[in-house]
C-alpha cells in the first residue's frame, strides 16, 4: 500500500533523477508523470499509483517546496477536469495510453464540443450527426447516408453544407487504432460556447448516430482531432466585447472508429461522467474573507467616501453579508469533503456565486456613478483566462451574467436541486418515448 | 429565590485549578454527566490558537450529533405540533414537563456553566445544536432565556471577579457576596445568591432566571463609543432605578417571565438579581404575537434584589452577544422544520393530476430555500463555534449569523404558508406556529439591520 511516507520517498526521488532546476519544464513533468505522481489515484502506468486521491497533496507540497514547475492546470482544466475522468472510465488501453500522458503534461490541450446552438439545457437533443463510413471509401463519404433515419439531421444543422472533404486526417495518423477496415465516422454539426478551441489539439465530442431512437440513446462519444480537416473554428464575441469562447463547425470531419469513446449508442452515459466530474470540480481552496468579486466593491467603497449614499449603504452591507455567508458555506462544504462527509451543498455554490456576483458587480457599477458610464475597453480580444479582477467594474457585470448561464444554468441546477436534493417528482416528459427525429423543435 | 437542592451541588470550588475563571473554550465534560447528558470531544479546544484568521470549525462532531438525537427523540415524545397549540392557548404557556426533562433530567441547561459551578462544562457548540432541535418543535421552555442570555449574564459577572477570593464552603451564599467589595454599596437589602452559587442553581434546570430586558434589545457593538450621553447604560437600564436600596421600575416585553425564579434586572449601570415571589414584583402576561415564547410586563415597587455587579455591561454586552449568536441555530431549527414539512406536504398533495411538487414553479422556490438554509447553517454554526473558542471574532459571527438567519426563518415561514395553501391559513395547522416564532426571532436580540450596522463598524464600512 502507497503511503504518505512512500510518496514522499518517490517525490524526492523524482526530484533527484530530474532536477527542476537543470531539466526542462516539459520533460520534468513528463518525467513526474511517469514517476506515478501526476494524479497519484490514477492507475499505475496512467500517471498514477493507485494511491488515496486525498495524498496527492503530499505529492504536491513536497513538489511546491522544491520549487517544481506544475503543470498549469487553469490552462489545460477541460482536460484535467472531464477528458481524462472520461477517458479513464471508458476507454480503451490504448486510448489511456496514447491520451492521458500529455494531456496531463499540458503538451495537448483538449476542449468540449458539447453544447449546440439548438442543444443548451436539453444537451441530449443535440444534433450534430455522426455517420459510420462504408469500408474503404473515406473521400466524399457521409451527409445522409448514415439509414433511414439519418436525414431529420440536416434540418437542424441547417446550412452545413458538405464543404470539400479533406483526405486523411492527421489525427489518424498519431492515433492508435488502425485507419482501415471500419472506416469511422463523418461528422457535420456545429458547436458552440467552446472554450479553448483555438488552443485545443482534441476534443471530447457528442454527436447523434441514430436519429431513430429517443434522444438519450441515439448518442456516441468520440475524441476528435481539432486539426482535422473539416473543423473550422471562429471566435465567439460576446457581450464584454471579447471573444473568450469559441464556435466549432464541423464539416464532414473524419473520425476513425478507434477515436470512440464507449459503445455506439452509449454516449449519453459516457457524458455524465464528464459532466459529473465538471460539477465536482467546485469547491477547493480557502477563501479569505472579501476574497471574490466582493473585494474590488469594498475597496472602492473604502477608498471613495465621496461615492456613498445611505441606499448604497444598505445593500453594501447586505451585500457584504450575504458574500460571508456565501464564503463560510464552500468552507463548511471543503470541511465536509476533508473529513469524508461529502454532503449535496456542493450543487448549490455555483447558484449561490452566480447570483452574487451579478448583484454585487451591478452595485457596484452604481456606486460608481458617472464613472460607471464609462468602460474601460471593447476590443475584441482572446484572452486565456477568465479575469474578474484585471478588468474594471463594468467588464465584472457584464461577465457575471454568464455565470448563471455556463457550466448549467441557475434554472437547471434549482431543477436538479429540488429532484435530487429534496426529492421532488420530476415534471412530466414529453421527450421520453419519441424518436430524436420527431422532436419539436 | 429558589437556591439548588443541597443534594445535587456541593458549595462551588472556583479557583481551584490556580483561581482560573470559567472559560468558555471549556474542558470536556467529564463522565459526570447525566446519562442522557451530550458527551464532547473538542478538549482540543483549549489548545486551539487565537489566530487573526482563525479557521473555524464549521462541522458538527459525532457527539454534537448525538445530543441532537437524544433531544430531537424527547421532543418527538413530549412536544408535537397539536400540543404546542394546546399549550399556548392555555394558562401556563411553559411545559414544565418538557423543562424538568431537558433542564434537570438531561443537564441542559447546564451546558454552558463549568463542571466546578456545577454545569456540564460544554460549550456554544452543544448549546446551538440544542437550540436548533428547540426551534424545529418550537418546544416552550425558557431555554434561550434562562440557559443561554441569563447564564451568560451570570458568567460575566463572575468573569468580572477574577481577584475575588474563591468562595468555598457548603452554604456560601450570603457569605461569599458580601466579600465583595461593592455588594452592599449602595446599601442594597441582600437576600440572594452570588452570581456562582446561582449559575448552579440554574445549571441544575431547578431555577429558572431571566434577563429584565425588552426581548428586542440589541447588543452593541464593543467598539462603539456609548458617547458622553451614556445612550448605552440608559438603553440596558432603562426603566429601573434604585431608590432607598429598592427597585422601582417597570420593564415591559420580557420574555419567559412568566416562567421565572429570578429575574436579572438592570437598574444604572448595576445588575440586580430579583426573587419573583416577593410583593414588591408583579409579572402581567401579555398578549404576544408569538405565544410560544410569550412576553410579560414586569413592575418593581420597592422590590428587594442583590446587586451581582455594580458595571455589568460588559456582561450584558456578552449575554446578548451569546444571545444573537445562538438564536440564529434556532432560527435554523425553525427553516429546517419548514422547509422539510413543505417539501414533504408538496410531494403528496395533488392538483392538475400531478403531485404539486412537480411543478417548476414550486420546484425553484424550495430549491432556494434549501441554499439559504446551507448558508444559514454556516453562517449559524461559525457563530457557536466563535462564541465556543473566545474568537475574536465572535461579535462579528454573531451579528453576521443574526442579520442573515434570521430573514431565512421567516422567508421559510413565509414559504410554508404559500406553499401549504389554504390549509396553511388555519389555525389547526402548524405553520402559522412557525410563522409567528420566526417573525418576533427577526425583531429579538437585534434585527438584522441593526446586526448588519455593528458589522458595518466591524469590517470598516462606514456609511455616508
Redesign the interface.
Known amino acids: 500500500m502507497i503511503d504518505a511516507a512512500e510518496l514522499r520517498r518517490r517525490t524526492r526521488e523524482l526530484l533527484a533523477t530530474c532536477p527542476p532546476a537543470t531539466a526542462d519544464r516539459a520533460t520534468f513533468l513528463r518525467a513526474r508523470f511517469d514517476a506515478g505522481l501526476a494524479w497519484v489515484h490514477y492507475p499505475e502506468g496512467l500517471g498514477g499509483l493507485g494511491a488515496p486521491r486525498a495524498l496527492q497533496a503530499v505529492v504536491d507540497a513536497e513538489l511546491t517546496a522544491a520549487g517544481a514547475p506544475d503543470n498549469d492546470p487553469r490552462r489545460i482544466g477541460i482536460g484535467l477536469g472531464m477528458a481524462a475522468p472520461t477517458i479513464l472510465a471508458f476507454g480503451s488501453e490504448e486510448q489511456k495510453k496514447r491520451f492521458l500522458r500529455p494531456l496531463w503534461t499540458g503538451e495537448e490541450v483538449w476542449c468540449q464540443l458539447f453544447s449546440e446552438p439548438g442543444a443548451g439545457s436539453d444537451l441530449a437533443a443535440l444534433g450534430t450527426r455522426a455517420v459510420r463510413v462504408a469500408d474503404g471509401t473515406d473521400e466524399g463519404a457521409g451527409v445522409g447516408t448514415g439509414g433511414g433515419a439519418g436525414d431529420g439531421a440536416g434540418a437542424v444543422l441547417g446550412g452545413e453544407g458538405a464543404g470539400p472533404a479533406g483526405g486523411g486526417s492527421r489525427g489518424a495518423e498519431e492515433c492508435a487504432g488502425p485507419d482501415t477496415g471500419d472506416g469511422g465516422w463523418i461528422v457535420n454539426g456545429q458547436k458552440v460556447w467552446t472554450s479553448s478551441a483555438h488552443l485545443a489539439r482534441w476534443a471530447i465530442l457528442v454527436a447523434r448516430t441514430d436519429p431513430g431512437v429517443p434522444k438519450h440513446r441515439g448518442i456516441t462519444y468520440f475524441i476528435c482531432d481539432m486539426t482535422a480537416p473539416g473543423v473550422e473554428v471562429r471566435p465567439l464575441r460576446q457581450i464584454t466585447g471579447e471573444a473568450e469562447f469559441n464556435e466549432v463547425f464541423l464539416t464532414d470531419v473524419r473520425i476513425p472508429d478507434a477515436h470512440r469513446l464507449g459503445p455506439v449508442g452509449e454516449g449519453w452515459k459516457v457524458a455524465q461522467t464528464t459532466l459529473m466530474n465538471e460539477r465536482v470540480s467546485i469547491g477547493g481552496s480557502r477563501v479569505p474573507r472579501e476574497g471574490g468579486m466582493i473585494g474590488p466593491l469594498v475597496n472602492t467603497w473604502r477608498e471613495r467616501p465621496e461615492l456613498r449614499t445611505h441606499d448604497l449603504h444598505q445593500r453594501l452591507l447586505t451585500l457584504w453579508a450575504e458574500a460571508e455567508v456565501a464564503r463560510l458555506t464552500g468552507e463548511r462544504l471543503r470541511q465536509q469533503l476533508a473529513a469524508g462527509q461529502p454532503g449535496p451543498e456542493g450543487s448549490g455554490m455555483k447558484l449561490a456565486f452566480a447570483r452574487l456576483n451579478q448583484e454585487i458587480s451591478a452595485l457596484e457599477v452604481e456606486l460608481l456613478g458617472q464613472e460607471g458610464l464609462l468602460y474601460d475597453d471593447w476590443t475584441m480580444r482572446r484572452p486565456e483566462l477568465v479575469d474578474f479582477t484585471g478588468r474594471e467594474a463594468g467588464y465584472r457585470y457584464l461577465r457575471a451574467k454568464g455565470n448563471s448561464i455556463e457550466g448549467g444554468t441557475s434554472e437547471i441546477l434549482l431543477n436538479i436541486i429540488a429532484e435530487r436534493v429534496l426529492g421532488l417528482p420530476a415534471e412530466p416528459r414529453t421527450d421520453k418515448d419519441v424518436a430524436w427525429k420527431d422532436l419539436a423543435r | 429565590m429558589s437556591t439548588p437542592r443541597e443534594t445535587t451541588t456541593g458549595g462551588p470550588r472556583r479557583g481551584e485549578g490556580g483561581g482560573t475563571v470559567p472559560d468558555r473554550a471549556a474542558p470536556p465534560l467529564s463522565a459526570g454527566g447525566t446519562d442522557a447528558g451530550p458527551g464532547n470531544d473538542r478538549g482540543t479546544a483549549d489548545a486551539r490558537p487565537v489566530e487573526a484568521?482563525p479557521?473555524?470549525?464549521?462541522?458538527y462532531s459525532e457527539e454534537e450529533e448525538a445530543l441532537r438525537a437524544v433531544v430531537r427523540r424527547l421532543l418527538a415524545d413530549h412536544c408535537d405540533a397539536a400540543a404546542v397549540l394546546a399549550r399556548s392557548e392555555s394558562d401556563t404557556p411553559h411545559d414544565p414537563g418538557l423543562w424538568k426533562a431537558l433542564a434537570v433530567d438531561m443537564g441542559l441547561a447546564g451546558l454552558l456553566v463549568p463542571e466546578h459551578l456545577g454545569g456540564q462544562g460544554a460549550t456554544h457548540r452543544e448549546t446551538a445544536v440544542v437550540l436548533e432541535e428547540l426551534g424545529r418543535a418550537l418546544a416552550p421552555v425558557p431555554y434561550l432565556t434562562s440557559a443561554v442570555l441569563a447564564t451568560e449574564a451570570l458568567l460575566g459577572c463572575t468573569a468580572g471577579d477574577d481577584d475575588a477570593p474563591p468562595a468555598t464552603g457548603a452554604a456560601p451564599a450570603a457569605a461569599a457576596s458580601r466579600a465583595r467589595p461593592h455588594a452592599s454599596a449602595d446599601g442594597e437589602d441582600i437576600d440572594g445568591a452570588a452570581p456562582p452559587e446561582l449559575l448552579t442553581a440554574l445549571a441544575t434546570g431547578r431555577t429558572v432566571a431571566v434577563l429584565a430586558l425588552p426581548l428586542a434589545t440589541a447588543v452593541v457593538a464593543p467598539d462603539e463609543d456609548p458617547g458622553p450621553t451614556g445612550r448605552r447604560d440608559e438603553r440596558h437600564g432603562q426603566g429601573v432605578r434604585v431608590e432607598g436600596g429598592t427597585l422601582h421600575g417597570r420593564i415591559t416585553g420580557v420574555a419567559d417571565a412568566a416562567a421565572a425564579d429570578v429575574l436579572l434586572v438592570p437598574a444604572g449601570t448595576g445588575l440586580h438579581a430579583v426573587d419573583v415571589r416577593q410583593d414588591g414584583v408583579t409579572i402581567t402576561p401579555l398578549i404576544s404575537f408569538d405565544r410560544t415564547r410569550p412576553l410579560a410586563e414586569v413592575t418593581l415597587t420597592a422590590a428587594h434584589g442583590r446587586l451581582l455587579a455594580a458595571d455589568a455591561r460588559s456582561a450584558l454586552g456578552r449575554a446578548l452577544r451569546a444571545g444573537a449568536g445562538l438564536l440564529a441555530s434556532e432560527q435554523l431549527g425553525i427553516a429546517d422544520w419548514c422547509l422539510t414539512e413543505t417539501?414533504g406536504y408538496?410531494?403528496e398533495r395533488y392538483q392538475f393530476n400531478?403531485?404539486v411538487?412537480?411543478?417548476?414553479a414550486?420546484?425553484?422556490r424550495?430549491?432556494?430555500l434549501?441554499?439559504e438554509t446551507?448558508?444559514?447553517?454556516?453562517?449559524a454554526?461559525?457563530a457557536a463555534d466563535a462564541l465556543a473558542t473566545g474568537s475574536p471574532e465572535a461579535t462579528l459571527a454573531a451579528s453576521?449569523a443574526q442579520?442573515?438567519a434570521s430573514g431565512v426563518a421567516v422567508h421559510a415561514a413565509e414559504e410554508a404558508l404559500q406553499l401549504h395553501g389554504g390549509i396553511g391559513m388555519t389555525w389547526e395547522h402548524p405553520v402559522h406556529l412557525y410563522l409567528k416564532r420566526a417573525k418576533a426571532d427577526s425583531i429579538a436580540l437585534g434585527t438584522a439591520?441593526h446586526h448588519?450596522?455593528t458589522?458595518?463598524r466591524l469590517?470598516?464600512?462606514t456609511?455616508?
Open positions: 484568521d479557521v473555524p470549525d464549521l462541522l417539501v408538496t410531494r400531478r403531485p411538487g412537480s411543478f417548476q414550486l420546484k425553484h424550495l430549491a432556494r434549501w441554499l446551507v448558508h444559514a447553517r454556516a453562517a454554526r461559525n453576521l442579520s442573515y439591520g448588519r450596522e458589522l458595518a469590517a470598516g464600512l456609511g455616508p
